[in-house]
């Protein structure tokens, strides 16, 4: 099963242009790559061009050979011969009732909004200070240990003392 995703962007005060993205569409994964190397209206609309994609890469096609390491998107008309499913118009309110667990904004020039998991309009975020909160947050394992020395501070301070 893989994570769904839209991918819009701000075209007009209530109009956003989207596309459908069927896998890896957590903020890890297109949230990452979206704020990364999506950062300019031009390589949005580019992106968008494709219609409805299969897989966000961080190069829009096999053809763009400055960094052959990483992945090429994957769109459903251009690479895998479906249909054409071009971007299409909605507003606001409506990105939230297409059925995925995340929707992308690109908002501004480098600014990319995201809600995720049946977060409201209301909720979005900034993809970048959540991307850096969770590259800034303790790991389960250090939250685990500073569990396990307050317990045993805990502990050792309620051994009752002998009184001499």
């Keep these: ?9 701000k075209i007009d005060k209530d109009k956003y242009r989207a596309i459908f993205c069927q896998c890896d569409g957590d903020l890890t994964d297109n949230g990452r790559i979206l704020s990364k190397y999506y950062t300019t209206p031009e390589r949005v609309d580019q992106l968008l061009e494709l219609g409805d994609i ?5 190069r829009l096609s096999e053809s763009e050979k400055e960094k052959p390491e990483e992945r090429a998107t994957i769109a459903y008309t251009r690479d895998k011969g479906e249909e054409l499913c071009p ?9 939230f009732d297409l059925d995925t667990p995340y929707v992308y904004i690109f908002i501004k020039e480098d ?22 909160y969770l590259e800034t947050r303790p790991s ?5 240990e500073e569990e396990e020395d307050l317990t ?9 003392t002998l009184k001499q």
């Design 111 to 132: 600014k990319w909004v995201y809600s995720g998991w049946g977060g409201l309009e209301s909720d979005l975020r900034e993809v970048k200070e959540a991307l850096n």
């Design 1 to 9: 099963m893989s994570t769904n995703s839209i991918i819009a962007k």
């Design 87 to 95: 971007a299409k118009e909605y507003p606001f309110e409506e990105l």
């Design 54 to 58: 299969y897989a966000l890469g961080e």
């Design 152 to 160: 045993e501070d805990t502990a050792s301070s309620a051994e009752p």
């Design 140 to 144: 389960l394992e250090e939250l685990l």
